[in-house]
T-cell receptor, first 114, second 111 residues
Framework: QKEVEQNSGPLSVPEGAIASLNCTYSDRGSQSFFWYRQYSGKSPELIMSIYSNGDKEDGRFTAQLNKASQYVSLLIRDSQPSDSATYLC??????????????WGLGTSLAVNP | DGGITQSPKYLFRKEGQNVTLSCEQN?????MYWYRQDPGQGLRLIYY???????QKGDIAEGYSVSREKKESFPLTVTSAQKNPTAFYLC??????????FGDGTRLSIL
């Protein structure tokens, strides 16, 4: 069973701090990795995608991928109360029918305190 | 505006009733997906379609049916065989080599 694991949290950080969210995955053949943000009662919104080892930066967000260790992380710099949400990690895996599908983590709840 | 439209936003089902959730996209995406989200559980794939007139079962297809007669539309029917239908239903689509993007979702409850 291919899995994606996240710490459910809640992760609580003060406003202005760096929030660090982690995700591990089991399928070594995975090629594409995504972070989605989901506010309470709303649908998931894509915030970052990463495909190769290393860091990818977009504004206050940095995604980090380490395929050898099978983890992907999301750093949020200068955290704001509006960043308070659940962050979902999704990994693209090859399923039994030779089709690609997303495997989703359960999400990490982030609370940024003013 | 381009996007994915799900309707209705809220839906109530009576015992023994089939209900249909609508998902329409004007992004010219080939692939479309239906997920179910329950509290404390991750997104679970119900059905997906990679091209018009073709679709495959996901991980929890029992009690659901879909059709893909047009590229823009991928409706989901929750049948009376689905004994625990109360959930947040999410439709997503994606273009080639692109991430999935979601509609706003439909909340289904039992009367």
């Amino acid at each position: 069973q291919k899995e994606v694991e996240q710490n459910s949290g809640p992760l609580s950080v003060p406003e202005g701090a760096i929030a660090s969210l982690n995700c591990t995955y089991s399928d070594r053949g995975s090629q594409s990795f995504f972070w989605y943000r989901q506010y309470s009662g709303k649908s998931p919104e894509l915030i970052m995608s990463i495909y190769s080892n290393g860091d990818k930066e977009d504004g206050r967000f940095t995604a980090q991928l380490n395929k050898a260790s099978q983890y992907v992380s999301l750093l949020i710099r200068d955290s704001q109360p509006s960043d308070s949400a659940t962050y979902l990690c999704a990994v693209n895996v090859l399923n039994a029918g030779n089709n690609r599908k997303l495997i989703w983590g359960l999400g990490t709840s982030l609370a940024v305190n003013p | 505006d381009g996007g994915i439209t799900q309707s209705p936003k809220y839906l109530f089902r009576k015992e023994g009733q089939n209900v249909t959730l609508s998902c329409e996209q004007n992004l010219n995406h080939d692939a479309m997906y239906w997920y179910r989200q329950d509290p404390g559980q991750g997104l679970r794939l119900i059905y997906y379609s990679q091209i018009v007139n073709d679709f495959q079962k996901g991980d929890i297809a029992e009690g659901y049916s879909v059709s893909r007669e047009k590229k823009e539309s991928f409706p989901l029917t929750v049948t009376s065989a689905q004994k625990n239908p109360t959930a947040f239903y999410l439709c997503a689509s994606r273009g080639a080599r692109q991430p999935q993007h979601f509609g706003d979702g439909t909340r289904l409850s039992i009367l």
